[in-house]
Every structure is written in C-alpha cells, then in structure tokens.
T-cell receptor, first 114, second 112 residues
Framework: GENVEQHPSTLSVQEGDSAVIKCTYS??????FPWYKQELGKRPQLIID?????GEKKDQRIAVTLNKTAKHFSLHITETQPEDSAVYFC?????????????FGTGTRLQVTL | DSGVTQTPKHLITATGQRVTLRCSPR?????VYWYQQSLDQGLQFLIQ???????AKGNILERFSAQQFPDLHSELNLSSLELGDSALYFC???????????FGQGTRLTVV
C-alpha cells in the first residue's frame, strides 16, 4: 500500500521567515495530495491541495509543489505568523472508482517564534 | 464548523468493553472515512464507506467494525477494548474520492 514519509518532524522558524515541509510517497498511481493543518485539540483542516496534473499551486502565503518523477511534494509557507503554529500533515491518495484511501504522513510540528 | 458531526465528544470506558462512535457526514457527502489518532501520532486510516458500502480498508483491527446506514450516517464499533485503543477517533466525509475530506471534531476515547 501507499507509504508517505514527512520531514522534518519539528520545525521552528522566526516570524516572517519561510517554512518548508517535504513529503515523499511510494505509490506512483497516487494522484491527489492535500495538506492539512491541525491546531492543538482541534480537527484537521485542509489548507491546500494539488493534483498530479499540476506541478505547483499557490494560495496567498501558502504554496505546494509536486514532482511526480521523484514522487515528492512540498509545502511552502512564506512570511510566517504566530498563528501558523500547528501540526501540518501531508497526504496522498489515489481514487479507483468510489474507493479512496487517504494516507497521511506523520506530521510536522511548526513553531513560529516572535 | 465543517458540517461533520461526531458523537460523543468524550468517552471513558473500561478494558474489555464495547463502544460505538457515531458520525453524521456533511449534507450531500456520500463518502465517510474513519481515522485513529493516538497521542502525538499521525492519522491512521481505518476504513472508508461510500453510499453504504465498504470501499477501502486500512489497518483496522478485527475487534473494530464499521457500517454506513441508508441515511449515510456511520458508526464505528470498537469491542474488547484495550488500553492501547485510547485515542482520538476522527470521522471525515467527502463528496467523492480524491476531493477535500472534511473532518469532524473527533471522539476522544479513554480506556481505563
């Protein structure tokens, strides 16, 4: 089955700096790659996603890049703010008909310091 | 509010017992997913249902079972509970596969 590896497990940056989180996946058939943000004690929430027919996607301070050949994708957060502090999960999924199994990475705890 | 409702929010039970967790998906969503999140751990995929039928299975223990009813709500049954089953159990729903999955607030299960 699919295996998603995520690095780093913890990341500390100063406010205003950029943060980069990287993930690799094993199943070349995976075609959907969402990123979720989970604040302490709360539910995961989608922040951005990308499909395999796109190499890059941007939404304000957040961007995701996908390299299908290397089977890795990355989350980039620019101009970090204290409210960006949370755990970020990458995930990979392939859909076969109505079946869909979203496999998550192990998470990155991002700490934005003042 | 994601539109996904999970009950109960908290559950404390003893080892060996059986519990049922309930999930109501967002209106119109046909897919329901169950995930287990242990303390400081990632999200482990358990099972997916689509329009009442099981569609995908993860590392779900044999002591665990789930179903999705005609009104699309889903239940996760956990039996012969062990201390290690203590975790946050999330339900998520989506309209179809490979689209945004919306998570509920989770049920925190504590086995004592």
């Amino acid at each position: 089955g699919e295996n998603v590896e995520q690095h780093p497990s913890t990341l500390s940056v100063q406010e205003g700096d950029s943060a980069v989180i990287k993930c690799t996946y094993s199943d070349s058939a995976s075609n959907y790659f969402p990123w979720y943000k989970q604040e302490l004690g709360k539910r995961p929430q989608l922040i951005i996603d990308i499909r395999s027919n796109v190499g890059e996607k941007k939404d304000q301070r957040i961007a995701v890049t996908l390299n299908k050949t290397a089977k890795h994708f990355s989350l980039h957060i620019t101009e970090t703010q204290p409210e960006d502090s949370a755990v970020y999960f990458c995930a990979a999924s392939k859909s076969t008909g109505t079946a869909s199994k979203l496999t998550f990475g192990t998470g990155t705890r991002l700490q934005v310091t003042l | 509010d994601s539109g996904v409702t999970q009950t109960p929010k908290h559950l404390i039970t003893a080892t060996g017992q059986r519990v049922t967790l309930r999930c109501s998906p967002r209106s119109g969503d046909l897919s329901v997913y169950w995930y287990q999140q242990s303390l400081d751990q990632g999200l482990q995929f358990l099972i997916q249902y689509y329009n009442g039928e099981e569609r995908a299975k993860g590392n779900i223990l044999e002591r665990f079972s789930a179903q999705q009813f005609p009104d699309l709500h889903s239940e996760l049954n956990l039996s012969s509970l062990e201390l290690g089953d203590s975790a946050l159990y999330f339900c998520a729903s989506s309209n179809h596969g490979n689209t945004e999955a919306f998570f509920g607030q989770g049920t925190r299960l504590t086995v004592v």
